[in-house]
């Protein structure tokens, strides 16, 4: 019987590169979520600045082109954000599922394993009874 050693870890590596994946998502959406972040600080400051100088005409009629140039920076890391959390979805049922498979396979080399050690317990047990009926029969005999 074949040991399946080779499929468990092969089986394994696909997991931890499927874990990867997704650790890389991670950090994706982490970065696009600081951009976003950012802009969005950067946009409150500018608003700030605007507010608190009432004299500056000229930074007010520049400030509307800016808000709508980051408000559309802004949509366009959500829509990143959507696509990378659908990615991130798609890739964690992968490591599930690939960790089930790894799982799988483990519990069937367990089973396979605790089947040859009954089998060879089985055997040494009637090697020993057969053993033992030998001397009884030696002792009746004498």
Known sequence: MARLDPLIK??????????RVLADLYRQYETVQAQKDHLLMDLAREQ????ADVTALDARSWFGAYAER???NVELCDAHLAR??????VARDEVRHAFSEVKK???IE???QKRVQKEIDDKEARVMDEIGIDLFRRQEDQ
């Open 110 to 112: 367990r089973e396979r």
């Open 48 to 51: 700030a600045l605007i507010e």
């Open 70 to 72: 980051v408000k559309a």
């Open 84 to 89: 990378l959390d659908t990615r991130i979805l």
């Open 105 to 107: 396979v483990e519990i």
């Open 10 to 19: 092969l089986r394994q590596k696909t997991v931890e590169d499927k874990q």
